[in-house]
C-alpha cells in the first residue's frame, strides 16, 4: 500500500520527484564515501551533513505521503 501511494506520487507530484531524486542524489554522494577507506575531516563533516539532508527528505516525502493519504480518505 505504502509503494502505491509513493509510485503516485512520484508519477504525478512534482515535489515528490523532487525530494525524491535530491534524496537518491545524497544517498550516492553518502555510498561513495562509506565506501572509503579513510574519511579526511571535511569527508567526516560532508557524511554527518548528507545523514541530515537525507533525514529532512525523508521527513517531507513522509509529510506529502500523509498529505495524500488523508486527501484520498486512506488512513495514515
Known amino acids: 500500500m505504502a509503494a502505491q501511494v509513493r509510485d503516485l506520487l512520484f508519477a ?25 577507506r579513510y574519511l579526511s575531516e ?5 557524511e554527518v551533513r548528507l545523514k541530515k539532508l ?6 517531507e516525502m513522509e509529510r506529502l505521503e500523509i498529505q495524500f493519504r488523508r486527501n484520498s480518505g486512506q488512513v495514515a
Not at 24 to 31: G, V
Open 12 to 36: 504525478n507530484n512534482d515535489e515528490f520527484r523532487r525530494l525524491c531524486q535530491e534524496h537518491q542524489q545524497y544517498s550516492q554522494r553518502l555510498e561513495s564515501l562509506i565506501n572509503k
Open 42 to 46: 571535511d569527508e567526516k563533516i560532508e
Open 54 to 59: 537525507k533525514l529532512r527528505l525523508k521527513d
